[in-house]
């Protein structure tokens, strides 16, 4: 049971360049999120989702998309890159008891 | 703005001290307040949470003082062990959109 998978977990791009983070849950869990974590800063979240189809933008969804096709997968677009975007990125899934489970983290740098 | 104001940004401890992180929000539509817990590299964890119509709520060594009125809650980790150095950070939900916002974190050192 593998929970919340990312990938991949590191990862150099250049600037004006385009990734997409992976996410993918076993737990059959509605809401999925993404948040990026900057030092002093906490978790800010960027796009959320309710159930396959359903999208939502966070406090900070500028320069990302989003896509939920299946309950599983949720993957997270960066299009052309900047270094404000040099976070951790973590997905995070939530059932109806309300707790976020987080996976592991993405850490991407901008150059 | 930041919806859920976290404070102290580092706190250090000695072992055996009691540790204190401090929350407040303003948003009335939060529904349910849980503390989450991190260590480097990982991804946070809950730790432990309450819901507004409970004052306190004690686990092992963990208790969440919640003080609805003023719009404040805080963690308090009594009997502080080296373990436990971590960074703490508090959250809110709305509920009924299950969104979660988080606070800026506290990096607790706890001194053997």
């Known amino acids: 049971n593998a929970g919340v998978t990312q990938t991949p977990k590191f990862r150099i791009l250049k600037i004006g360049q385009s990734m997409t983070l992976q996410c993918t849950q076993d737990?059959?869990?509605?809401?999925m999120y993404w948040y990026r974590q900057d030092p002093g800063m906490g978790l800010k979240l960027i796009y959320y989702s309710v159930g396959a189809g359903i999208t939502d933008k966070g406090e900070v969804p500028n320069g990302y998309n989003v896509s939920r096709s299946t309950t599983e997968d949720f993957p997270l677009r960066l299009e052309l890159a900047a270094p404000s975007q040099t976070s951790v990125y973590f997905c995070?899934?939530?059932?109806?008891?309300?707790?976020?489970?987080f996976g592991e983290g993405s850490r991407l740098t901008v150059l | 703005q930041q919806q859920v104001k976290q404070s102290p940004q580092s706190l250090i401890v000695q072992k055996g001290g009691i540790s204190i992180i401090n929350c407040a929000y303003e948003?009335?539509?939060?529904?349910?307040f849980p503390w989450y817990q991190q260590f480097p590299g990982k991804g946070p964890a809950l730790l432990i949470a309450i819901r507004p119509d409970v004052s306190e709520k004690k686990e092992g060594r963990f208790t969440i003082s919640f003080n609805k009125s003023a719009k404040q809650f805080s963690l308090h980790i009594m009997d502080s062990q080296p373990g436990d150095s971590a960074t703490y950070f508090c959250?809110?939900?709305?509920?009924?959109?299950?969104?979660?916002?988080f606070g800026s974190g506290t990096k607790l050192n706890v001194k053997p």
């Open positions: 959250a809110a939900r709305v509920g009924n959109f299950n969104k979660f916002y």
């Open positions: 948003n009335t539509a939060f529904d349910y």
């Open positions: 737990m059959n869990h509605n809401y």
């Open positions: 995070a899934t939530s059932g109806v008891a309300g707790e976020l489970f």
